[in-house]
């Protein structure tokens, strides 16, 4: 198991668009259970591949509680099912200290396949089904602070930015 360096906005990076896994073999299951480690030591509820620089359409998250029950979507598909929008304040470990009220629709039917190759098919809602829409975005190159005002967003990579200066 190891920790990974998690990229932060605006890394270009953050940009690239991951290709699908094409078997699930030990070295997709070592990302999945570094991912997780990662995920955990940082104290976030999800995580795509994209941020850790491997851009493999590879998802981990864990909404539980007790933080225990880790979930893992590799080769994601999602088709919305409830197109109603609904609003949460999202944050992002690639956008560390920031959170902005986003909209997404409120619920969606995802198949995916897990760490044996297996598909599965979940239609998830609240937290779950925004967690799980925000991490396919970053497969797709994109972040949640695409969704708020330019100028809100300009002044969070100001921030980032000077941060990073400042490290
Ligand atoms: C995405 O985000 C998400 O700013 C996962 O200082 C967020 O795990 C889905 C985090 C909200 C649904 C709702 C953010 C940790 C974690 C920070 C995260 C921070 C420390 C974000
Ligand atoms: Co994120």
Redesign the pocket.
Known sequence: MAILEILEFPDPQLRTIAKPVEGVDDSVRQLVDDMIET?YE??????AATQVNVHKRVIV?D?SEGRDQAQVFINPKIKVIDETPHS??????S?????EEVERPTAVKVAALDRHGEQFIIEPDG?LS??I???IDHLNGKL?VDYISALKRNRIKQKLQKEKRLA
């Open positions: 995920m940082a104290e976030g509820v999800g995580l998250l909404v949460y304040q999202e944050g992002c470990l956008v560390p200290g920031f959170y937290l925004v967690c829409q925000h991490e949640f």
